[in-house]
């Protein structure tokens, strides 16, 4: 069979152009790597997500070169004070941030990404499927159904079905849940600089500002989300906020995954991003892994050594599993989420000590217990 000519050898093919895959260009790129990146599809790349950055994913925007609170105008991103919880029967706890995070849309937080990328000359390849790779110890012969390349190493940011994990055999993992996710816009003025999160039997509902005139609601449950008109009718409280909003645009789906990979690298092939593992969409921290992982596998890549990345992913993963563990009990058992929301709104402190630990502020081996949850003896 006839080969195209190849192109001349990089340092890091990278398959995706989705957040996990530009982020982990851009960390490549600082390091002084040679980047490849190709994607199936072009811009704009869009994705369901709840588009909140919690103050863990600004911090590792900053670590890539990127401040969306200062790069972004006021119209394309907007302020997230803390999160708001609202439990089906009537109760409301809420925590503020510490540091600053912002809700941004999705395709704006793309081509922002795609703009660094671009300055630090990544070279980009739109329309290109990956259709076959063969390994050695030493390279990589990637070939697309355009082009062939040649790379020492490639990076898998395929998303949860990566092709690139199959090929490697990298396919072995727990997954832990399986929930679906449906986003949809709307026009109005945010009522809240929070993320709000409304819980219900039948799942919760995100509510995200994105801009001074829009908001983000993302609904998340385990059986299939009918149309939002619907979604919404069980969240009655939500439902009064946005009845006179208009829907902007048509409402997107996919599917959340808890799930953790036995191994993210083979010689030299690494995963990164929900084709690595994830979290559930509850834990609101699925961007801020990905860009911790993205400055992680840099440095390994920069140091040719890729188990630094086994290590630093089995550490970035940790806590937010845990996290989300404990999310979904809420989610499976009301009785104790609503026990769990009203002790939070009896003890505000618990629940921005919860916040402190979720974000990273408070390591979660250093944590006392709260003295509501202390046992209370009686002599």
């Not at 630090?120 to 355009?146: A, C, D, F, M, Y």
């Not at 990905?290 to 993963?317: C, E, G, M, V």
């Amino acid at each position: 069979m006839h080969l195209r000519a190849f192109k001349t050898q990089m340092d890091v093919f990278i398959v995706g152009a989705g957040p996990a895959g530009l982020a982990c260009a851009i960390a490549c790129a600082l390091k002084g790597l040679t980047v490849h990146v190709a994607d199936a599809i072009e811009p704009p790349i869009d994705k369901a997500c709840g588009e909140g950055l919690l103050p863990a994913a600004l911090e590792a925007l900053a670590a890539l070169g990127l401040d969306p609170i200062h790069d972004l105008n006021t119209n394309e991103a907007h302020p997230l004070h803390g999160i708001r919880f609202f439990s089906d029967d009537g109760a409301i706890a809420e925590a503020t941030f510490s540091r600053p995070a912002r809700g941004i849309r999705r395709t704006i937080l793309h081509q922002f990404l795609l703009d660094r990328a671009i300055s630090l000359g990544v070279h980009l390849h739109w329309k290109q499927s990956v259709q076959q790779i063969e390994s050695t110890p030493q390279s990589v012969l990637v070939r697309t159904n355009r082009e062939t390349f040649h790379t020492r190493y490639l990076v898998g940011a395929d998303g949860p079905r990566s092709r690139v994990a199959n090929w490697a055999g990298l396919t072995r993992e727990v997954l832990r849940s399986r929930r679906i996710g449906l986003r949809q816009h709307y026009a109005i003025s945010p009522w809240s600089n929070f993320v709000e999160v409304y819980w219900s039997n039948d799942g919760q509902a995100y509510v995200t500002p994105v801009s001074p005139t829009q908001a983000c609601v993302a609904f998340v449950a385990n059986e299939k989300i009918p149309p939002p008109a619907e979604a919404l009718t069980n969240f009655p409280a939500l439902a009064r906020h946005l009845a006179q909003a208009q829907p902007i645009g048509s409402a997107r789906g996919s599917i959340t995954l808890g799930r953790t990979l036995h191994r993210v690298t083979k010689d030299n092939i690494a995963l990164i991003g929900d084709a690595s593992g994830s979290v559930d969409a509850i834990t609101g921290e699925g961007l801020a892994l990905t860009f911790r992982q993205a400055t992680a596998l840099a440095t390994a890549l920069h140091t040719n050594n890729l188990a630094t990345y086994r290590q630093a992913h089995r550490r970035i993963q940790h806590l937010p599993t845990i996290m989300s563990r404990a999310l979904l009990l809420m989610d499976s058992h009301p009785a104790l989420r609503d026990r769990i929301i009203t002790l939070f709104e009896r003890h505000p402190s618990l629940f921005c000590h919860l916040l402190q630990i979720h974000i990273g502020n408070t390591p979660l081996r250093n944590t006392q217990p709260h003295p509501s949850l202390e046992p209370n003896y009686t002599r």
